[in-house]
């Protein structure tokens, strides 16, 4: 498997303008997380689905932010409008639930760098 | 309640010495700690991970401790070396999928 792909890797974007980062799980995981990692406040949770629908998106800091995941291969994460405050690395991970309910590990993808000008 | 508290932020070691990265929590419902690895330029990639029913955990030159007690947990990284130069992050679940993880752990290992 090729692991979670994300894309773009990299975006520079002028502030107000509409951004959408996409993720690819891996096959078969039926967990998606999206993160965000900035130095200054680390690696947050904004949001995770699990078998395609939003379970706990608390940490999506405001309405400019939205989450989608239409089908098990696809999620995207959009910002519109964004803000400088915005730059950061956005990553997308998968994972899925071991018979029994233990937790397993989540699978980062390599992440997008958003910067906002 | 839901933080997970780190430290150091960063930490230089000589190669071949131990790294120890401590974690402390405050919600005794968290039942699944994991430390992530992290590379400049990518994705955190799960190290080693503990459930509290157990007091310590290895594998190879990393050993998770876990003190239920006292609610802290730390890493162990045995006979250092400069590949292990990294961000270290640790984790805590309620097996419910969320993870909330520490602020980070820049290690720098000198050769």
């Known amino acids: 498997d090729a692991g979670v792909i994300q894309s773009p890797r990299h975006e520079v974007t002028e502030m107000g303008q509409e951004v959408t980062l996409r993720c690819k799980p891996i096959?078969?995981?039926?967990?998606l997380f999206w993160y965000r990692q900035t130095m200054m406040r680390g690696l947050e949770l904004l949001i995770y689905?699990?078998?395609?629908?939003?379970?706990?998106d608390s940490g999506m800091p405001e309405d400019r932010f939205s989450a989608k995941m239409p089908n098990a291969s696809f999620s995207t994460l959009k910002i519109q409008p964004s803000e400088p405050r915005d730059s950061a690395v956005y990553f997308c991970a998968s994972s899925f639930e071991l018979a029994g309910g233990f937790y397993n590990e989540q699978f980062f993808g390599p992440g997008t760098r958003l910067t906002v000008l | 309640q839901q933080q997970v508290k780190q430290s150091p932020q960063s930490l230089i070691v000589q190669k071949g010495g131990i790294s120890i990265i401590n974690c402390a929590y405050e919600?005794?419902?968290?039942?699944?700690f994991p430390w992530y690895q992290q590379f400049p330029g990518k994705g955190p990639a799960l190290l080693i991970a503990?459930?509290?029913?157990?007091s310590e955990k290895k594998e190879g030159r990393f050993t998770i401790s876990f003190n239920k007690s006292a609610k802290q947990f730390s890493l162990h990284i045995m006979d250092s070396q400069p590949g292990d130069s990294a961000t270290y992050f640790c984790?805590?679940?309620?097996?419910?999928?969320?993870?909330?993880f520490g602020q980070g752990t820049t290690l720098q290992v000198k050769p």
């Open positions: 689905f699990n078998n395609n629908v939003p379970i706990d």
């Open positions: 984790a805590a679940s309620m097996n419910t999928g969320k993870l909330i």
């Open positions: 096959s078969g995981h039926d967990y």
């Open positions: 919600n005794t419902a968290f039942d699944y």
């Open positions: 503990i459930r509290p029913d157990v």
